[in-house]
């Protein structure tokens, strides 16, 4: 069997749900367990739902709206009829009680957020799966909630492997033989038994976890662009395709942020050895980018530019001159962990530590409020952190983006350079 994985931007319209359908039609053969995201930006719709929600804001009655909205005009362009379109229609019933009653002051923002975000997959599946039945694509919808069992880390799961890969396959196993599954990414449930996310992005590790557990012949991600290219080509224009990569270079380009595929996604399937293929699902027939077991280096000379926007500068240094060493360090990292901040870069020198991470206000005042005890906090924003793999010397590529930007901090290994510049 096979794992089809399509992201949000392959469903962001009546007509993108249409293609779907048709690269179904025309790319599917055997046995197939399909994956789809929420319809386009809604995850960021339902995240400013939750914040309204959250924090009882006049905003939340018509934010609720626009994602009606959205979803019934897709399902109107579709002309999904009206029988079926009550399946939809109960989810969004469903979504607009929550919203409106008044929550539980004892709930937490991520418990919160967990219950409403899953409504963007919930009712993407639903929508393209009556759609695909409608043209004669026969599937059968399924709850990934009630195979992808999780830790109970709300908006950050864990998954459970133990749990979860004899619930698939005892259950889809015998099931996926007689018709294509239609499933949603990103979301799962915690052993407590309620909603859980696995982070943003996270539908691309939720088709490595089922075809780990069905042990698939292979994964495809259909995304926007050919396949996984040297540089994002919304950024450098002069971006290439790269037709093959080993496990360990796709693991490595997610880490450092390469956005096409989720850094988790690999592992899975490099533990069964089942290739992972992205390709375009404007267009099918090209070729792509395969990732599978190699044990040369694929990418030989090839230079990858990953770019982060948005980054905020730490600078931690001790009020009483001691050595940022075990100690101080582990203070440190605990805050960090604690705030659940990821860092992107970091570097330490006798008395400070210097750390890069996505901006985000809450995270930042949590640290200052943990660390100002003990340390001098500086937290600048405004930042970019480049980072180029399979560095070499005299990149005149990287010459011109650096330019006469002023480089905050600067680190090099044996596989990549990294820069994190100033705006
Ligand atoms: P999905 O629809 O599955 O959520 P994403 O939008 O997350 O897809 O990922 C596809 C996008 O990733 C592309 O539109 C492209 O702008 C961006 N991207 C970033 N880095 C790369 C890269 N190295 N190769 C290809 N695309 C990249
Ligand atoms: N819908 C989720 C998000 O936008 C998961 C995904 O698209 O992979 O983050
Ligand atoms: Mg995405």
Partial sequence: MRVFKFGGASVRSAGA?????????TQSEGPLLVVISAMGKITNKLEELVEAYYHTKETKKQLFEEVRFFHQEITNELQIDEYDYYEVDNLLIELECIIEKKRDESSSYDTEYDRIVPFGELLSTKIVSTYLNKIGYKNRWIDARNFVITT?????????????????????????????????????????HKNTTLGREGSDYTAAIFAYALDAESVTIWKDVDGVMNADPRRFENAVLIPKLSYNEAIELAYYGASVLHPKTIQPLKNKAIPLYV???LDPSKPGTVILENASRTLNETQCYIVKDNQSLITIASKDFSFIVEDNLEIIFNAFNTAGVQLNLMQNSAISFMACFTADEIKSSQLEELLSDKFNVDLEKGHTLLTVFNYNNGNNELKSIVNSRVIALEQKSSSALQLLLRD
């Fill in 279 to 281: 390709k375009s699902f």
């Fill in 17 to 25: 749900v249409k293609n779907v359908g048709e690269v179904l039609r």
């Fill in 152 to 192: 109970n880390k709300n908006r950050a799961a864990n998954v459970l492997w133990d749990e979860s890969v004899p619930l698939i396959k005892g259950s889809l196993e015998p099931l996926i033989e007689k018709q294509t599954i239609l499933t949603q990414g990103f979301i799962g449930r915690g052993l407590n």
